[in-house]
RNA sequence: GGCUAGGUGGCAGAGUGGUUAUGCAGCGGCCUGCAAAGCCGUGUACCUCGGUUCGACUCCGGGCCUAGCCUCCA
């Protein structure tokens, strides 16, 4: 089957065809780093990852690059803020992201550019675009001039009049267009900047993706992904100045943007303060839960985030790891076909899930004989989506860290606990079974004896 | 105001022109000293009004509602 992608461009699910089979590329707008990230930044990674993955397993070579925004107004402020240099600040965040992503099963892109290595090529395109007639320098700014490029808005579906009318912000009066943004912008002492034939200064928020992804994917990538607050006018920008200045007719041939994560059904946003720190959620919660909750909804769709679908998880997880734990004997499978057929249509999760856990029901339900080949095609059907990879017992090891527990209390207790079982003394059996469950401790009594699991609620 | 998504069972969430999504919770059963876990069984879901059709939750049109973008934002 062949891999197919929703593409913004168009509107609808189309056949994945890359330019080039031997090299196919992907770019996906990574993290500014100032703060650290929260569930809501958290899903591209975790969707776009993924779709690299599904990527490489039909296509000998992807390179995947997600930048890191290292130069940007929100970390001067922060940086003043903490009276630091910005790099102390975007080396910090930079590594919290690589540490909370990890912990969430999400992988190192090919290439992870950063913006401040990349000046030379950012002041070489701007050059290029002004020697082209599509930007103009004012008052030390430089800017593109959107009436030059007729497919302005063409991705966002907006035309440039209307763009004006619903225009909110005031409008520079350096600018020629209202609609025109800046490629590069004058830094003051204090502020980071470069030398460049405009001055000292900066470059503006859109330029940065277009220059990195030239450099290393090339003038026309495959895929160009990210959230879809970014769509405009990030992307439209990108289009704009990656278009005139290569002088193609298309930047990125795939376009897909990710629905929001949202809490009470309201944007998670920074500037809205509702925002979910994954650093924080992961004190709480195993990253995997995290990773299931991401991948439950479709990623086109909003994901409304709470406690109760974290729960939800967790109790799936626990039913899958138990039965991996139980009839995993070291075989090994292929991954079973609906869970990838499901994500090569447009990256299907609830129905790769759904898919898994039919296997699931499938395992539980086999012959004994057949358990075991089952058990080893869910692992390797949970690996594709990033899930089951953990030992089993790692998985409710890491459950009993949750609460603070005195593991050889325990057993001292389970033990009275047979005794009296034994004797027949059922009130105390049963007593310091009750005792258990109030701290948390579900008690297992099985063939091979007495276990325990951190209780679900 | 312009543009874009979406409204599915108790909750989460896929999908399809006429067949079981799936998960979580609930209920009944098996198992158990009693439980828990597990397993089996179980639930007449598709915002509204028209239209197309032999037949629509699924296609088309109107309405209502929700969210998002138009400003930094994943």
Known sequence: MTIHLFNTLTRRKEAFRP????????????????NYAHIGNARPAVI??????ILSRRFPKVVYARNITDVDDKINQAAAELGV??????ERFAEAYHQDMAALGVGRPTIEPRATDHIDQIITMIQTLIDKGHAYVAEEHVLFDVEQFPDYGSLSRRNKRELIAGARVDVAPYKKGPGDFVLWKPSTEAQPGWDSPWGRGRPGWHIECSAMSA????E???IHAGGQDLVFPHHENEIAQSRCAHGTDVFAR???????????????????GNTLIVHELLKTWPGEVLRYVLLSAHYRQPLDWSEKVLEQARATLDRLYGLLRDHLNGQVSEPDAAVIEALEDDLNTPTALAALNG???????????????????????????????????AWFESMRKAIEIDESEIRKLIEQRNQARRDHDFETADRIRDELIERGIELRDGPEGTSWEVASR
């Not at 450099?215 to 090339?218: C, D, I, K, T, V």
């Not at 004994?368 to 030992?391: F, H, I, M, T, Y």
């Open 359 to 393: 296997l699931a029901r499938q395992l539980a339900d086999a012959d004994q004989a057949d358990k075991a080949e089952l058990a080893a095609r869910l692992q390797s059907s949970g690996s594709v989506l990033g899930l089951l990879q953990q030992q089993p017992s």
């Open 220 to 222: 026309i990538i495959d």
């Open 254 to 272: 795939y376009w897909m943007h990710n629905g929001f994560v949202t809490v009470e059904k309201r944007k998670m946003s920074k500037s809205q």
């Open 48 to 53: 776009f990852d993924l779709l690299y993955r």
């Open 85 to 90: 240099p910005i790099q102390v600040v975007s």
């Open 19 to 34: 330019l080039d089979e031997q090299r196919v590329t992907m770019y996906a707008c990574g993290p500014t780093v100032y």
């Open 215 to 218: 450099a290393h994917l090339g």
